[in-house]
């Protein structure tokens, strides 16, 4: 359990292992017209586009009212699938060395081919297929564990904007190292340690969103510099590069954090008891504003999403050639953080949410995250902190990379990811939609599924052992 | 701040208090045939029973498909009351001593007319009209606080298997000791302390449902014994009564509760992950099972509650005179814990409930809680545990007395609520649906929502500085 061994592959070697994966794993995607679909089809009353099995998901149109934010009422197409998934890593400790098992995946939208993504990702679909063979490699860690312990196993939601009240598991399973070394591992499928993970995440698009997800139910930070160190101390096994000192909870003073966390609830409940959103189903060729014909379903303004269709071909999934719907969107999004280090102890600036696919009427999010940032760069209507992100002094970036959202979804879609850390002495106006939470009491949020996937993917790529500034920006 | 003072009234006090309130407030409430009601009607599509006004509440019908527990497919009436009212508590210390300021409120289905309330119950309606005057006396500390402190503020819900996803602000906001003096006090209000509430609590029917479910926000036992003192620190003057030293939490070790906060999460998980609830919305006079005719609407088992109305006269409220339906009751259920000191550190056995009218699938509750718990002692089919609740050794018995749920939905409902303690060497059969978890964890899910009413309201009774033993017993 000491910090002396040495991961299993060299950072180099991992890179070699990915490239290698880019190669053998390769994909041709096409779009085509919706209309030209096989299998999928327009039907029921609300019109909406599902698969002819009834199975994976359907596209459904909503129309939303709120009086929260700028915009009171609107029409959109959303994502409705009410099954419950796995999204899962094996985690193992390799001669004193945690490791991760990873897989590298290739994903239809993914606008780079292959990525590093989690042990298994499964549907329901697969996963009740288990016991009927050809089930996804891995997947009975997880579903009937026996030799394997359970560390994590939250349920955590997918985008709001996009999704309606979509969860998945997300968890993290501990094999013994014996057991964990006799597994027959296909090529796919790579151990490394968080270390190297996160280093991964300092280059754009290579670990996918659904690993992103998981990793940030991972607490992490101990012993990794100025942190606040009550973090449940149930995890202290999660980093075994760390000595066993570093894991000690030292004592925590009253004011650790800048707002207890009865405070974080008392503004949360304020929020969730004054605002009000209401859905109702509507025909997706009847949404206001949106377009419906033979070959998307797009937005007038140009500025959102769009419902598009591609036919795959892959040499690398059990069905070889298929077509299915993903969203489209143009452009880059933000998704940032502001970061400070209050009283010594680091805090995020979490954002309080709303989106139409919430299970919570509000939940907590990163300090910026727009999918349609360059309308709104040093506009009046520009959400407020997004000009900090514009171009922030080089001291202040802890991180910054581009990222792609779920290629089995999304076509293409990324989004600047970035964790500003702003100087201790300096003051923000206050907003009434956000609160500086300290790093523990966020990840003690997180288990408690109040994070959105837009503030976990994020927090993930947090790393207070990396090396600080650089030279990145937005322009 | 410290422990020297006396409480304002002594309980002999409060209870002359309570008997004079008893006396002048008084109301006549008759049952009249459903077809009777003023005010209310039964329509829309499909059917249901709505006042005019579109305010108050809704009772609408409801057909439930589960593949959890022994039913699979049932229809039922349903509470739908989609506003999140205010079930508020002010505090004050004076003298060094805290006080809680509480409301002798009478209800139409209270069985004994007036109880021991919360500072402030109030709907959205109530709340709505804060700013057009003839509000809520005191609803203002609690809308907008002012110099008032707010220390708890849960979204928290109501009975399931009665109320259609329903929940409250429960709320203890602080005044100042020179503000609480000079409030302007109705006789109908008394400040008292937390531990005459808890000896009052141990009176039948004395402490009203919301009351309960606020105080059970309110952590407590620092101090009181053998308790897990790691419980959130920010709550720790919430009892000035108890030595400073008393507050400090003790070190926890790392197995001071039988279940790590992530193996409680991820039992929850798997349940919430495994089964599914179906809800489908049914006309009031469609329900299999259901009778439905001018005088009521009651369930051909005549096990199950029935709709009926009541005709209400009072002196004590603004509408003296009003007609209203309720939710009646036959004989009194079972609300009831098991607790056991593991490594000296209190426990509660928590269970893992459905509901239809859950927010989510899977909420945690008491041990046992049964509205028909006659039909099952001793029976095959009884709920697991039940029968150790139907004659305990009096030395297990920590809490045991009937309380009533709430009197403004429920008409003359009652419960058996029970705490028993088993010897610390008693080893029970496992249950796939129950945890133990400590007292510290479990308050820490109370404020992230995880509790139900059932589990709060009980969780409010537990005093483990009150005398143990006595003769209760159900029968």
Same mark, same amino acid.
């Given at each position: 359990?000491?910090?002396?061994?040495?991961?299993?592959?060299?950072?180099?070697?991992?890179? +070699?292992?990915?490239?290698?994966?880019?190669?053998?794993?390769?994909?041709?995607?096409?779009?085509?017209?919706? +209309?030209?679909?096989?299998?999928?089809?327009?039907?029921?009353?609300?019109?909406?586009?599902?698969?002819?099995?009834?199975?994976?998901?359907?596209?459904?149109?909503?129309?939303?009212?709120?009086?929260?934010?700028?915009?009171?009422?609107?029409?959109?197409?959303?994502?409705?699938?009410?099954?419950?998934?796995?999204?899962?890593?094996?985690?193992?400790?390799?001669?004193?060395?945690?490791?991760?098992?990873?897989?590298?995946?290739?994903?239809?939208?993914?606008?780079?081919?292959?990525?590093?993504?989690?042990?298994?990702? +499964?549907?329901?679909?697969?996963?009740?297929?288990?016991?009927?063979?050809?089930?996804?490699?891995?997947?009975?860690?997880?579903?009937?564990?026996?030799?394997?312990?359970?560390?994590?196993?939250?349920?955590?939601?997918?985008?709001?904007?996009?999704?309606?009240?979509?969860?998945?598991?997300?968890?993290?399973?501990?094999?013994?190292?014996?057991?964990?070394?006799?597994?027959?591992?296909?090529?796919?499928?790579?151990?490394?340690?968080?270390?190297?993970?996160?280093?991964? &995440?300092?280059?754009?698009?290579?670990?996918?969103?659904?690993?992103?997800?998981? &990793?940030?139910?991972?607490?992490?930070?101990?012993?990794?510099?100025?942190?606040?160190?009550?973090?449940?101390?149930?995890?202290?096994?999660?980093?075994?590069?760390?000595?066993?000192?570093?894991?000690?909870?030292?004592?925590?003073?009253?004011?650790?954090?800048?707002?207890?966390?009865?405070?974080?609830?008392?503004?949360?409940?304020?929020?969730?008891?004054?605002?009000?959103?209401?859905?109702?189903?509507?025909?997706?060729?009847?949404?206001?504003?949106?377009?419906?014909?033979?070959?998307?379903?797009?937005?007038?303004?140009?500025?959102?999403?769009?419902?598009?269709?591609?036919?795959?071909?892959?040499?690398?999934?059990?069905?070889?050639?298929?077509?299915?719907?993903?969203?489209?969107?143009?452009?880059?999004?933000?998704?940032?953080?502001?970061?400070?280090?209050?009283?010594?102890?680091?805090?995020?600036?979490?954002?309080?949410?709303?989106?139409?696919?919430?299970?919570?009427?509000?939940?907590?999010?990163?300090?910026?995250?727009?999918?349609?940032?360059?309308?709104?760069?040093?506009?009046?209507?520009?959400?407020?902190?997004?000009?900090?992100?514009?171009?922030?002094?080089?001291?202040?970036?802890?991180?910054?990379?581009?990222?792609?959202?779920?290629?089995?979804?999304?076509?293409?879609?990324?989004?600047?990811?970035?964790?500003?850390?702003?100087?201790?002495?300096?003051?923000?106006?206050?907003?009434?939609?956000?609160?500086?939470?300290?790093?523990?009491? &966020?990840?003690?949020?997180?288990?408690?599924?109040?994070?959105?996937?837009?503030?976990?993917?994020?927090?993930?790529?947090?790393?207070?052992?990396?090396?600080?500034?650089?030279?990145?920006?937005?322009?």
């Amino acid at each position: 359990m000491s910090g002396a061994g040495q991961p299993l592959h060299s950072f180099a070697a991992i890179l +070699a292992w990915l490239a290698q994966q880019q190669q053998q794993q390769t994909q041709t995607v096409t779009q085509i017209p919706l +209309a030209e679909l096989d299998q999928w089809q327009m039907g029921g009353d609300p019109l909406r586009l599902a698969h002819r099995s009834g199975r994976f998901f359907t596209i459904e149109g909503l129309h939303v009212e709120t009086d929260a934010g700028p915009t009171p009422v609107w029409d959109q197409p959303i994502i409705h699938q009410p099954e419950i998934g796995v999204l899962g890593i094996i985690t193992s400790v390799f001669d004193g060395v945690r490791h991760y098992l990873m897989q590298a995946k290739i994903e239809p939208g993914n606008i780079n081919g292959v990525q590093v993504s989690p042990t298994v990702q +499964a549907t329901f679909s697969n996963y009740s297929r288990v016991h009927q063979g050809a089930a996804t490699t891995f997947l009975e860690y997880f579903v009937e564990p026996g030799p394997a312990q359970i560390l994590i196993d939250h349920l955590q939601g997918e985008q709001g904007s996009r999704f309606l009240r979509k969860r998945n598991r997300n968890m993290v399973v501990a094999l013994d190292a014996d057991l964990a070394r006799r597994l027959p591992m296909p090529d796919r499928f790579c151990w490394m340690t968080l270390h190297q993970i996160k280093a991964l &995440l300092r280059h754009d698009n290579v670990v996918n969103m659904d690993a992103r997800s998981v &990793l940030a139910c991972i607490p992490t930070g101990y012993g990794q510099g100025h942190l606040e160190s009550a973090a449940p101390h149930d995890f202290s096994f999660f980093d075994d590069s760390i000595p066993p000192a570093a894991h000690s909870p030292q004592p925590r003073g009253r004011h650790a954090s800048r707002h207890t966390t009865d405070e974080i609830i008392h503004w949360l409940t304020d929020l969730r008891s004054r605002y009000h959103l209401h859905l109702a189903p509507r025909p997706l060729d009847g949404l206001d504003l949106w377009q419906f014909d033979g070959q998307s379903i797009h937005h007038t303004s140009g500025n959102i999403f769009s419902v598009i269709a591609v036919a795959v071909a892959t040499h690398t999934r059990e069905v070889q050639r298929w077509t299915q719907p993903l969203l489209q969107h143009p452009g880059h999004g933000l998704n940032g953080f502001l970061m400070q280090r209050i009283d010594g102890v680091v805090h995020l600036l979490v954002r309080a949410c709303i989106y139409p696919g919430n299970r919570e009427i509000f939940e907590l999010g990163s300090t910026v995250s727009r999918s349609d940032v360059e309308l709104h760069f040093g506009r009046p209507d520009a959400p407020r902190y997004l000009d900090l992100f514009r171009r922030p002094p080089p001291a202040w970036i802890h991180y910054a990379a581009v990222q792609s959202e779920e290629g089995g979804r999304f076509y293409h879609y990324q989004n600047h990811y970035m964790i500003l850390e702003l100087p201790p002495d300096m003051q923000l106006d206050p907003s009434p939609i956000h609160r500086w939470m300290s790093l523990a009491q &966020l990840q003690d949020f997180v288990r408690h599924g109040y994070v959105n996937i837009e503030g976990r993917n994020l927090l993930a790529c947090l790393d207070l052992a990396a090396p600080r500034g650089g030279e990145h920006g937005l322009h």
